[in-house]
């Protein structure tokens, strides 16, 4: 199966970005070409516990604010027309989105013992997305890996993004549009001082990094835009001081006790400015990598 797996990856490779900037890889040809896209996925991880109501609720007016800033500021690329997801969001050909046939994995490898554990390795790994991560209302959750190859993976893994960007093509044919785009939003919460805690109300402070990844595919089912994998370093951009964790001190420090609803809303606004930055952040560089 590494020997098929391999072949596969070869071939799709072969569709080569054309321009790279600051990490952002474009087809400069095919992305002069495209008229109508539409936004079909907007991811984050879950980086606090969504079975807590007030986690949940911040994460996802995070995600929908997302969507809407990506989806305002894609048209000042270029003379696009992008295609307000209200009129899609929740249809079934979206959703379905992700979703691998048997017959997929059949006509990629011939064996029915290999497809047997393809199956089972791309079942998990599709589960551990909607486990890991929290999507936009009524859209597929979709990271970015499962879009572009990871360098060097051999396994039915390998498979993935050349299936979903194989249904991306069906994607922008129900849609009527020339390509689909997948927004990836990266963020953290730390705590960035070791020594230091302040604490106010029974809260801990800590801080928000975020950053802004896509992916746009169009319809021959190449990737026409992948932005890469930025950086969630020191240089990333950031919120501090805010009251994330609930207890008092050094012990509250925790994952479990990341309280994203806070009293006077001050992270639920910290994220919002986060997001439209980043996504500005973005937009400027694919301006950059798309420039002819």
């Known amino acids: 199966m590494k020997r098929i797996i391999g072949v596969l990856l070869a071939a799709a490779v072969q569709a080569v970005l054309t321009s790279c900037m600051g990490g952002a890889a474009v087809n400069k040809d095919s992305l002069a070409g495209t008229g109508r896209i539409a936004i079909v996925s907007v991811v984050m991880p879950r980086i606090a516990d969504t079975a807590g109501e007030s986690n949940r609720t911040v994460l996802q007016a995070v995600l929908e604010r997302a969507l809407v800033r990506v989806q305002s500021d894609l048209k000042t690329v270029r003379n696009w027309t992008v295609v307000d997801p209200a009129g899609y969001k929740g249809e079934p050909v979206v959703l379905s989105f992700g979703a691998v046939s ?175 930055e980043t996504a500005a952040d973005m937009i400027k560089q694919l301006k950059k990598a798309a420039a002819r």
């Not at 050349?162 to 939003?185: E, P, S």
């Not at 609930?246 to 509250?252: F, L, P």
């Open 102 to 276: 048997d017959e997929e994995i059949a006509a990629l490898l011939p064996s029915r013992g290999e497809r047997k554990t393809a199956r089972g390795m791309i079942e998990r790994e599709v589960s551990h997305w909607k486990r890991d991560f929290i999507g936009a209302k009524a859209l597929p959750i979709v990271p970015r890996s499962g879009l572009v190859p990871h360098e060097g993976e051999k396994t039915a893994l390998a498979m993935i993004p050349l299936i979903m960007q194989k249904h991306a093509t069906g994607l922008c044919r129900a849609l009527n549009v020339d390509a689909v785009a997948f927004v990836h939003i990266l963020a953290s919460i730390t705590h960035p001082r070791p020594k230091t805690f302040i604490v106010s109300g029974n809260r801990t402070d800590g801080a928000i990094r975020a950053a802004q990844t896509m992916v746009i595919v169009d319809k021959t089912g190449r990737i026409i835009v992948d932005m890469g994998w930025p950086s969630l370093d020191k240089d990333a951009r950031s919120r501090d001081l805010l009251p994330l964790y609930a207890g008092s001190g050094q012990n509250a420090i925790r994952q479990e006790n990341i309280e994203l609803g806070d009293p006077r809303n001050k992270i639920a606004q910290a994220f919002s400015s986060l997001i439209d």
